[in-house]
C-alpha cells in the first residue's frame, strides 16, 4: 500500500444557483483544484463524480459524471459515477484514494455536485424521501413513529410546524431520546444552541459558507421551531454547491514543484463502511467507523486536532462528540458547554460553519469537509485557523434506515 496525498482541493461559495447548472458548478470547482495543485486535465488519470439529485432534477441519470467532466475537458478516462445521499462526496473520495493506494493509479479527482434549489418547493422537500428504504418506507415511519409515541410519555413536547424534511424529525427524535437516555434535557437545549451559534459565527469567517452572519446563544435558540427542540438555526439549509480534491502517489509529489508538496496533506485513512441493523444491539455506525479509521491511521482521538462533523442539524454533531470518542456517551452537551469546540478550545468543531452555516448540498458536502481541513493544514484559513493543526478529522454520513446512517465515513488528514 502507498502513502496518498491531497495536492489538489477546492470548494466553491454554497448558495443558489438558479442561473447555472450541475456542468457549470463542476467546471468551477474542478479548474480551481487543478489551479491549486498546478496541473492540467492531461495530468488526472481517473475521475469519481458524486451526485445524488442529478436525475430528479431534470431527468439527468446514468452519466452524470461523463456530462459534467467532458465539460471540464476531461474525458478518455475512467469515470465512476457514485451516489450515497449525504455521504456520496466521501464515497467519491474514497473510489480516487483507493486508486492511488492500490498502486493502479497516481494522480485522481473526486468531485461532488449537487443542486437542491428548486422552483417547486414541495418537489425539493420531498427528494428527501428516497434516501431511505423506499420499499419499506411506510412500514419504518410507523416504527418511527411508535419510537416517537414512547419517546413523548417520557417527555413533553410543544408541537412544530412548517416546512421541513423527514430528515429533521429523525433528528428530533435523535436529541429528544438522548435527553431521555441521560437525562440530560436541560444541558441539551442549551448545547444545540451554543452548537449552533458556534458554527453560524465560524461561517461568518469563511468566504465560501452559505450562511455568513454572527448568531448569539439566545437567537439560536429562539428562532423559529421547525422540529422541537431544534430550531431553525440549528439545522442545515437547502443550497447547491460544489467541491472537489486531487489525489496522487507519493512518486508522482515527488516529480512537483517545491511549493506543491510543501502544501500536500497526507490521507493518513479514508475508513467507508454500510451501516448495521441497529437492532444488533451493538455500537452505532459512526462508532464502529470511527473505531476502525483510528485502529487504521495509528491515532486515537486525543490525537485529533480539528474535526469536521456531519451536523445537518446541531443534535448530529451533539452525538458525533460521543460517537467519536471525544467525550464519554452522554456527555455530549457537556463537551459542547465547556468551549472545547469553540475556535481556539481544545479540539475545535465545525470550524467552516458546518453544514449549518457552510450549506449541506449532498454530494457536495464531505469534500467540502475535506477542502476545510485541507485549507486548515496548509494553514491557509485565516481568522477561522486552528494554530499548529497537524492531523485532522471528517465524519460524514447518510441514507437511514432504522434510524441509523448506512453509508458512514471517517477520514483522517496529516500534515
Not at 455521504?87 to 461532488?112: E, M
Amino acid at each position: 500500500m502507498r502513502d496518498v496525498y491531497i495536492i489538489g482541493a477546492n470548494a466553491i461559495k454554497f448558495g443558489k444557483y438558479l442561473d447555472l447548472d450541475h456542468r457549470h458548478l463542476t467546471k468551477m470547482t474542478v479548474d480551481a483544484a487543478l489551479a491549486d495543485a498546478g496541473l492540467e486535465t492531461s495530468a488526472l488519470e481517473t475521475a469519481h463524480f458524486a451526485n445524488c439529485l442529478w436525475g430528479y432534477y431534470n431527468g439527468q441519470h446514468g452519466i452524470r459524471g461523463h456530462v459534467a467532466l467532458r465539460h471540464c475537458g476531461i474525458d478518455r478516462i475512467p469515470i465512476s459515477n457514485v451516489e450515497a445521499a449525504c455521504a456520496s462526496g466521501i464515497l467519491a473520495l474514497y473510489g480516487a484514494w483507493k486508486d492511488i493506494l492500490t498502486g493502479l493509479y497516481d494522480c485522481t479527482l473526486a468531485v461532488g455536485v449537487e443542486k437542491l434549489t428548486m422552483e417547486d418547493k414541495a418537489k425539493q422537500f420531498a427528494a428527501f424521501d428516497a434516501f431511505v428504504d423506499v420499499a419499506n418506507s411506510e412500514a419504518m415511519a410507523e416504527v418511527t413513529a411508535a419510537k416517537m409515541e414512547e419517546i413523548l410519555k417520557q417527555i413533553e413536547v410543544p408541537s412544530s410546524a412548517g416546512e421541513r424534511s423527514r430528515f429533521m424529525d429523525t433528528y428530533a427524535y435523535m436529541a429528544l431520546k438522548h435527553m431521555i437516555d441521560y437525562g440530560t434535557r436541560d444541558d441539551d437545549q442549551k448545547a444545540l444552541a451554543v452548537i449552533a451559534a458556534k458554527n453560524h459565527n465560524n461561517g461568518a469567517l469563511n468566504p465560501i459558507a452559505q450562511y455568513q452572519f454572527t448568531q448569539t446563544i439566545e437567537d439560536a435558540a429562539n428562532d423559529r421551531v421547525v422540529s422541537w427542540p431544534l430550531t431553525r438555526s440549528m439545522c442545515s439549509p437547502m443550497g447547491d454547491g460544489a467541491a472537489c480534491a486531487i489525489l496522487c502517489s507519493e512518486p508522482f509529489l515527488q516529480k512537483l514543484p517545491k511549493e506543491t508538496r510543501s502544501r500536500a496533506v497526507r490521507i493518513l485513512v479514508c475508513e467507508y463502511r454500510s451501516g448495521k441493523d441497529i437492532a444488533s444491539g451493538e455500537d452505532s455506525n459512526s462508532k464502529q467507523t470511527a473505531n476502525a479509521a483510528y485502529a487504521a491511521a495509528g491515532v486515537t482521538p486525543d490525537n485529533i486536532d480539528l474535526a469536521e462533523v456531519h451536523d445537518a442539524s446541531a443534535i448530529g454533531e451533539l452525538i458525533q462528540y460521543e460517537d467519536l470518542g471525544f467525550c464519554k456517551k452522554g456527555k455530549g452537551a457537556e463537551f459542547a458547554l465547556s468551549g472545547a469546540t469553540q475556535i481556539g478550545g481544545r479540539l475545535p468543531v465545525n470550524t467552516s460553519g458546518g453544514l449549518i452555516a457552510r450549506g449541506h448540498p449532498l454530494a457536495a458536502t464531505g469534500l467540502a469537509q475535506i477542502f476545510e481541513l485541507v485549507t486548515q493544514l496548509r494553514g491557509e484559513a485565516g481568522e477561522r485557523q486552528v494554530p499548529g493543526a497537524k492531523i485532522a478529522l471528517a465524519e460524514n454520513h447518510g441514507g437511514n434506515i432504522n434510524d441509523e446512517p448506512v453509508a458512514v465515513s471517517v477520514t483522517i488528514l496529516s500534515k
